[in-house]
Structures are given as structure tokens and as C-alpha cells.
């Protein structure tokens, strides 16, 4: 395939990389990989890495990775994939272990269903790579899994080649486990982690859930009493040995238990009764909840109630795929929304692309590639800065890179609105619509 090749229709891609996964050597057959890997690997062997086109996507995953955005969970936004060049969007979020975290992409009504990639990623500072937790990309485009330690994480969403449309992506914690006390929730909880015990000389290792005495104590997972005991300071106890996820669940302070060692319980069954044996003799009745993993850690993440989606965005979706400018002389772009930390500061001549509407802001690219949070009110769209005719034939741009995908090629004398302006290219508007970047001074 040419090197020199800059763009592809829909179908010659589509054809091109269908054929290409058809006639794989029985070594491609076998290589496991993610999806985006495995689709980055076809884009290889039929020779569209080394089209503009090709490099182009693969920039863009790299890139998602590299100059991720920082949200808080709850997250939800509406997003726009265009089709006309190659976007990714990398998102981190903090997690707390034991927190299920649930990602979830659904496309808008009427979007012809592309194949979009989405990758959870962990992040360590011991590690320079991110570590790949769990991947979709099918019709469903929802996954869970379980934070198995104190990290960040990162979220990479991308569409395959030339494929656009809107969508609705939504990031929220959920519970790993059960709740322990019959009819209760995160709410009775009187107690949390690290609380004072002993006039200061311990800390609190679990949490207390309030409960009239008497109410049942329940399995929080699938798996096998290990221990039912009496100690001084847990009163009557039971150990449960947690099959799914590889960490002993400790219920303590109990009137009554009502299992033995080595027997086999689901999630719901009844272990005991809530009281308040061992030293916790003067307190109300509460059942005393532990998760061990090598010690004791915080089981409030793994019991918090799932997370409430924010409400939809204010902005409305029209918004999406649109160019905007700032309203006054600069603006800066926020990592995150609402954060007062800056990644950069355009002006108003600088046209942003915006590809994601969150509450009151929107997730818009900068010409050069990188992306950031502005305020909706802070912008206006991108009204032409002036009109004028081309005076030579020109090649119109999906970015504004020299080694950018070419849209279309303009003859001299072509009508065009410009619409904004970065280092020496300009953003243009044909009549029919089509918007595309210019070399103002071709060399």
C-alpha cells in the first residue's frame, strides 16, 4: 500500500481489515491481545500504519494514555466520536479498594453502531506502563470489575476508523460485597475505620453497622465458614473465607451464630444474630464487620451503596462536534471540572472542538491534539472570523499537522469562512458545510 496514501473511504477500510482478519497466518490466529490491540495489529498487517490515516489512530490511543483528564466518580457525559479524523479520550478516576467500578457506553438512537474500544487501565507509581485491567468492545459496551488496591485508573474509549456518532458514557463505584446486617445499608453504619479505641492506643479495624439485637447477620459473599469462636474482645465471632475474592470477612459481637466450621453458605445466608458480646458489652447492639486481605483493611468501599449518575448534561447535545471560541481575551483549560489547575490558555482565535458535554462543562481538543475542560458559558461558537476566497489550490486537513489526514483537495478561488486560526493553519468552512484545516503560508 502507499505510503504517500493520506485517506480512505468507509468501505475500503472495512473491506481492507475484514480481509486481513479472514486470511491471518495460523500465528495471527493464535496471538491473544485486547481488542484495540488486536485491531491495532490488522491496521498493521494491512498496511494502514503507514498511511496518515493509520498513524493518525494510533496517535490518538497513545495519546489518551499519555495526557489522560482527571474526572471524580460519579462521571457521566455526552460524547461525540467524529468520522472525519481519529480521536481517543483518556479519563483517570481514583479508586478505594474493594470498590466495583461499573463503565458503561451506550450510542445515541439512530447512530450506525461502530465498533468503540473501551480499556480500564491501572495506574502505579512503581510501574511506568499502565496495567490493563478489562476490555469491551461489543454491542453491550458495559463492564464491571473490582479495585484491588488504593489506585488511580484510567479509562480509554476509542472508535474504530472513520466511524463517528454520539454517545452517552457513564463511570460509577458500586459494592463488591453484600450488606452484612438483614435490612440495612451504608446508612446504619456508627462506626468507620481508624475511629479511636482504647483511649487512642488502637485503631478501629472495620466498621460497626447499628441493628436492633436479634437481626440477621448475613453472608456477604459466596464461599466457607473457616471459624466460629468466642474471643474477649469479639465476643461471639465467625470467619468467612470470601471464594471470589480471596480476602476472610469477620463478623463479631454476635448473640447468637448460627453455622458451623467448613460449611458452605451463598450471599443472604443467615451466619448469626446481631448483639454486643466481648467488649463491646456497654455499647448498643451492632454487629462489628471486617475485611482482612494480609491484615485488616477499610471494608466501607466494599459495602458503600452504588453510586447516583449525576443529572444530564445542562448544555444541550447539539453542542457536540461543534467548534467553539473563547468569549473573552483567553481562557484556560481545566484537567478536570472544576479544578483551578490549568493544562493550558487559549485565545479567541483559538477554535476548540468539543467532544464531550459533563454538567455545566465541555471536554474540548485543542488544534494540536491534547484536550481539557472549559466552562459551557465561557465560550460561544465559532462564528467566521472573516471570509475570502482561496487565492491558489490548496489541500484541506483533518489537523492541523503537516503528516494530517488530506479531506479534500480545493481548487483556486474556492469560498471559504474562516473559523479560526492555529500557528500557521487556519480553520475553514466550505458552503456545503465541510470544516478542514489550511496551510496559510504552503511551503
Same mark, same amino acid.
Given at each position: 500500500?502507499?505510503?504517500?496514501?493520506?485517506?480512505?473511504?468507509?468501505?475500503?477500510?472495512?473491506?481492507?481489515?475484514?480481509?486481513?482478519?479472514?486470511?491471518?497466518?495460523?500465528?495471527?490466529?493464535?496471538?491473544?491481545?485486547?481488542?484495540?490491540?488486536?485491531?491495532?495489529?490488522?491496521?498493521?498487517?494491512?498496511?494502514?500504519?503507514?498511511?496518515?490515516?493509520?498513524?493518525?489512530?494510533?496517535?490518538?490511543?497513545?495519546?489518551?494514555?499519555?495526557?489522560?483528564?482527571?474526572?471524580?466518580?460519579?462521571?457521566?457525559?455526552?460524547?461525540?466520536?467524529?468520522s472525519d479524523r481519529a480521536v481517543a479520550t483518556g479519563l483517570r478516576y481514583p479508586v478505594r479498594t474493594g470498590e466495583t467500578i461499573h463503565v458503561s457506553l451506550t450510542l445515541a438512537p439512530g447512530t450506525a453502531a461502530p465498533k468503540v474500544f473501551l480499556d480500564a487501565y491501572e495506574l502505579s507509581p512503581d510501574r511506568a506502563a499502565p496495567r490493563h485491567l478489562i476490555a469491551a468492545d461489543t454491542t453491550d459496551l458495559s463492564f464491571r470489575y473490582v479495585a484491588e488496591a488504593d489506585r488511580q485508573h484510567l479509562l480509554r474509549v476509542q472508535p474504530e476508523l472513520l466511524r463517528g456518532g454520539r454517545y452517552t458514557l457513564s463511570i460509577r463505584r458500586e459494592p463488591s460485597l453484600g450488606f452484612p446486617v438483614l435490612g440495612k445499608s451504608d446508612k446504619a453504619i456508627g462506626s468507620f475505620w481508624g475511629a479511636g479505641r482504647d483511649g487512642g492506643a488502637r485503631r478501629h479495624e472495620g466498621v460497626d453497622i447499628?441493628?436492633?439485637?436479634?437481626?440477621?447477620?448475613?453472608?456477604?459473599?459466596?464461599?466457607?465458614?473457616?471459624?466460629?469462636?468466642?474471643?474477649?474482645?469479639?465476643?461471639?465471632?465467625?470467619?468467612?473465607?470470601?471464594?471470589?475474592?480471596?480476602?476472610?470477612?469477620?463478623?463479631?459481637?454476635?448473640? /447468637?451464630?448460627?453455622?458451623?466450621?467448613?460449611?458452605?453458605?451463598?450471599?443472604?445466608?443467615?451466619?448469626?444474630?446481631?448483639?454486643?458480646?466481648?467488649?463491646?458489652?456497654?455499647?448498643?447492639?451492632?454487629?462489628?464487620?471486617?475485611?482482612?486481605?494480609?491484615?485488616?483493611?477499610?471494608?466501607?468501599?466494599?459495602?458503600?451503596?452504588?453510586?447516583?449518575?449525576?443529572?444530564?448534561?445542562?448544555?444541550?447535545?447539539?453542542?457536540?462536534?461543534?467548534?467553539?471560541?473563547?468569549?473573552?481575551?483567553?481562557?484556560?483549560?481545566? /484537567?478536570?471540572?472544576?479544578?483551578?489547575?490549568?493544562?493550558?490558555?487559549?485565545?479567541?482565535?483559538?477554535?476548540?472542538?468539543?467532544?464531550?458535554?459533563?454538567?455545566?462543562?465541555?471536554?474540548?481538543?485543542?488544534?494540536?491534539?491534547?484536550?481539557?475542560?472549559?466552562?459551557?458559558?465561557?465560550?460561544?461558537?465559532?462564528?467566521?472570523?472573516?471570509?475570502?476566497?482561496?487565492?491558489?489550490?490548496?489541500?484541506?486537513?483533518?489537523?492541523?499537522?503537516?503528516?494530517?489526514?488530506?479531506?479534500?483537495?480545493?481548487?483556486?478561488?474556492?469560498?471559504?469562512?474562516?473559523?479560526?486560526?492555529?500557528?500557521?493553519?487556519?480553520?475553514?468552512?466550505?458552503?456545503?458545510?465541510?470544516?478542514?484545516?489550511?496551510?496559510?503560508?504552503?511551503?
Open positions: 500500500m502507499p505510503h504517500r496514501l493520506r485517506a480512505l473511504p468507509v468501505v475500503l477500510v472495512v473491506l481492507l481489515l475484514t480481509a486481513c482478519s479472514q486470511n491471518q497466518t495460523l500465528r495471527g490466529i493464535f496471538q491473544s491481545g485486547t481488542p484495540h490491540e488486536n485491531y491495532a495489529r490488522r491496521l498493521r498487517q494491512a498496511g494502514l500504519a503507514e498511511t496518515a490515516l493509520g498513524r493518525d489512530w494510533l496517535r490518538a490511543a497513545d495519546q489518551a494514555l499519555r495526557d489522560s483528564l482527571l474526572v471524580k466518580l460519579p462521571y457521566q457525559e455526552s460524547g461525540f466520536f467524529p447499628f441493628a436492633a439485637r436479634g437481626t440477621p447477620v448475613v453472608a456477604a459473599a459466596r464461599g466457607y465458614i473457616t471459624r466460629v469462636n468466642e474471643t474477649p474482645r469479639g465476643g461471639r465471632v465467625v470467619w468467612l473465607a470470601d471464594a471470589d475474592h480471596g480476602q476472610h470477612l469477620y463478623y463479631a459481637h454476635l448473640d /447468637r451464630q448460627l453455622v458451623q466450621p467448613g460449611q458452605q453458605v451463598r450471599p443472604g445466608d443467615t451466619l448469626g444474630l446481631v448483639g454486643n458480646t466481648g467488649n463491646a458489652k456497654t455499647t448498643p447492639p451492632h454487629l462489628h464487620f471486617g475485611v482482612y486481605r494480609h491484615g485488616a483493611i477499610d471494608p466501607y468501599p466494599f459495602l458503600r451503596r452504588a453510586d447516583v449518575l449525576p443529572p444530564a448534561p445542562k448544555t444541550p447535545p447539539a453542542r457536540l462536534g461543534q467548534y467553539v471560541r473563547a468569549r473573552d481575551a483567553r481562557l484556560p483549560l481545566r /484537567r478536570t471540572p472544576g479544578d483551578k489547575l490549568t493544562l493550558a490558555t487559549t485565545t479567541r482565535t483559538t477554535p476548540l472542538l468539543v467532544l464531550g458535554v459533563a454538567a455545566d462543562w465541555l471536554r474540548v481538543q485543542l488544534p494540536g491534539g491534547s484536550a481539557g475542560f472549559v466552562p459551557a458559558k465561557a465560550v460561544l461558537p465559532a462564528a467566521p472570523l472573516r471570509r475570502e476566497n482561496l487565492a491558489a489550490a490548496t489541500e484541506l486537513h483533518s489537523f492541523p499537522l503537516p503528516d494530517a489526514p488530506t479531506t479534500a483537495a480545493l481548487p483556486a478561488q474556492t469560498p471559504v469562512a474562516v473559523l479560526g486560526e492555529f500557528g500557521l493553519y487556519r480553520l475553514v468552512r466550505q458552503a456545503n458545510g465541510r470544516t478542514g484545516w489550511l496551510l496559510s503560508k504552503p511551503v
